[in-house]
C-alpha cells in the first residue's frame, strides 16, 4: 500500500486535490471495502480468490500488469503454456510426468546427496530474471521445517535456488559447479530457435549449453589430461570429476506459451516435493514475524525524540541508534 499511497499524493499533486482518483486508478484486491476507501470504484476493481497465493498469482488478475504490457493476445497464450503442463501433469504417468521427475530428483539429491542448493541457467537473456523468480517460488514455499502436522521435519527440505544466464555464469561460478567440493544439481534452459537469429551466434550458444552439460555428467580423467598433452604438476588442476548431475530443457522457441509452460512446470516440481516433505508449500508464515516487527521498529526510527528501545536486542537497538544519527534525527 505504501507505494499505492505514494502514487496518489503524486497524481493529486500535479493534478490537484478536486481529482478523481476513480477515474486514474485501478485495483487489484480481495479488500473491496479498503479499494473504495483509497477512491477506487467496484467497477474498476478486479478480484481473485483469497487462496490464490502472490508466488502462484502469475496468471490470476494479479498478472493485470503484465497483461496490460504484453496484451492480452500474448497474454492468452501463456495461459495456454499454463494449462498444457497442467493438463501433462494431470494425465501423464508418472514414469513420464515431467514435473513429478524433476521433483523427486530433487529430493533424491538433496535428501540422499547432501546438495544444499540447485542452480537455473537459462541461456536466453529474456529469461535473465527466471531464476529470481524461481527463488520465491520454490524458498518461500518449501523452505519449511515442520510437517502439515506441526512436527518437525525428519529430512532436509527445500534447497537454496540461484542461477544467472549461463552465458554470464560460464566466467564466474561454472568453476564450482565442475571442480568445487559442493554437488550442486543443475537445469539448463535452451531455446532451438533464437528470439533474434543473427549469423552462428546461435549455434555457438546451444554448442556451449550441450559441452558444460556433458563436462558436468562425464568430466575428464587425468589419462585424458595427460593425453592432452599437459604437464603433470597441472593433471590434477584439470581433472573433472564429472559425475553432477544437470537436467537440459530444451524448447522450440521462447514464446509467452513457452514461458508459461516453464513456470507451471516449476510450480509442480515444487508441489511434488512438498508433498514428499509433507511440508504445506503453500504459506510462508516464515516472512511474517519479520513484517511485524518491523511495525514495532519504525516508530523508533523516524521518532522526533529519542526512542524507547527496550523492546529489542541490544544489537537492533543500536542499528536504530546508529541509523537514526546518519539521518540527522
Known amino acids: 500500500m505504501t507505494n499505492a499511497q505514494t502514487a496518489r499524493s503524486w497524481l493529486v499533486s500535479g493534478l490537484g486535490a478536486g481529482v478523481d482518483i476513480s477515474k486514474h486508478f485501478v485495483a487489484v484486491s480481495t479488500n473491496g471495502v479498503a479499494v473504495e476507501e483509497f477512491g477506487i470504484s467496484s467497477e474498476a476493481t478486479f478480484g481473485f480468490w483469497e487462496w490464490v497465493g502472490g508466488r502462484y498469482s502469475m496468471d490470476s488478475a494479479i498478472g493485470l500488469s503484465l497483461m496490460l504490457a504484453i496484451g492480452p493476445e500474448a497474454f492468452r497464450d501463456m495461459l495456454s503454456g499454463f494449462h498444457e503442463m497442467d493438463e501433462h501433469l494431470r494425465r501423464t504417468d508418472l514414469d513420464r ?178 508433498v514428499v516433505w509433507g511440508v504445506d508449500s503453500f504459506d510462508q508464515w516464515g516472512v511474517e514475524l519479520g513484517k511485524a516487527m518491523a511495525g514495532q521498529v519504525l516508530p523508533a526510527l523516524i521518532a522526533d525524540d529519542v526512542p524507547d528501545l527496550t523492546h529489542v536486542d541490544p544489537s537492533t537497538a543500536a542499528l536504530a541508534l546508529r541509523y537514526r544519527s546518519l539521518r540527522g534525527r
Open 97 to 274: 510426468n515431467l514435473p513429478v521427475l524433476m521433483g523427486l530428483l530433487g529430493v533424491w539429491y538433496r535428501d540422499f546427496f547432501g546438495a544444499s542448493s540447485h542452480v537455473v541457467l537459462p541461456y536466453e537473456q529474456y529469461l535473465e530474471r527466471f531464476p529470481a523468480y524461481l527463488q520465491q517460488l520454490t524458498m518461500e514455499s518449501n523452505g519449511k521445517s515442520v510437517t502439515l502436522d506441526g512436527e518437525p521435519v525428519a529430512v532436509d527440505t527445500g534447497a537454496i535456488w540461484w542461477g544467472e544466464p549461463g552465458t554470464n555464469g560460464q566466467h564466474s561460478f561454472y568453476q564450482l559447479l565442475h571442480q568445487g567440493t559442493s554437488l550442486v544439481p543443475a537445469d539448463f534452459i535452451v531455446f532451438a530457435n533464437p528470439v533474434h537469429d543473427v549469423g552462428d551466434h546461435h549455434d555457438k550458444l546451444v554448442a556451449n549449453v550441450l559441452a558444460q552439460a556433458h563436462v558436468l555428467g562425464f568430466g575428464r580423467t587425468a589419462d585424458e589430461v595427460r593425453a592432452d598433452g599437459a604437464s603433470e604438476d597441472l593433471v590434477a588442476h584439470k581433472v573433472m570429476p564429472g559425475n553432477r548431475p544437470s537436467t537440459t530443457l530444451m524448447l522450440e522457441r521462447l514464446t509467452p506459451a513457452a514461458l508459461g509452460t516453464l513456470v507451471a512446470l516449476y510450480e509442480h516440481v515444487v508441489f511434488t516435493q512438498g
